[in-house]
């Protein structure tokens, strides 16, 4: 089993920044590629960004590429999100997610082991 517990969530105008950090604790979290995503009120969970076991990869969508930036620490179990010039459309509950076949990430809810039970993050604008 493994647990997730994501923080840093929390109220910021447009052009703010914030950070969100996903810690895990349970099975080996160097061997997990880890997505970070997001659900808006009515709307899917949608992909946001990902980063395989060894951080060789990352991945972003085209609406945060250059202002999102996913990293992680293996040796403190935590995979962050650096958030900067936010904006209200990126308004949702943001969930990491953990993916133990061959350390990779996906942009597809379906393929993610665990997940965290998320923190809200809400731009005013």
């Known amino acids: 089993q493994v647990q997730l517990v994501e923080s840093g969530g929390g109220l910021v105008q447009a052009g703010g920044s914030l950070t969100l950090s996903c810690v895990a604790s349970g099975r080996t979290f160097s061997t997990a590629g880890m997505g970070w995503f997001r659900q808006a009120p009515g709307k899917e969970r949608e992909f946001v960004a990902g980063?395989?076991?060894?951080?060789?990869?990352?991945y972003y969508i085209r609406s945060v590429k250059g202002r999102f930036t996913i990293s992680r620490d293996n040796g403190k179990n935590t995979v962050y999100l650096q958030m900067n010039s936010l904006k209200p459309e990126d308004t949702a509950v943001y969930y990491c997610?953990?993916?133990?076949?061959?350390?990779?990430?996906?942009?597809?809810?379906?393929?993610?082991?665990?997940w965290g039970q998320g923190t809200q993050v809400t731009v005013s604008s």
């Open positions: 997610g953990a993916r133990f076949k061959y350390g990779t990430f996906s942009g597809m809810y379906a393929d993610y082991d665990y």
């Open positions: 980063i395989s076991s060894s951080a060789a990869d990352t």
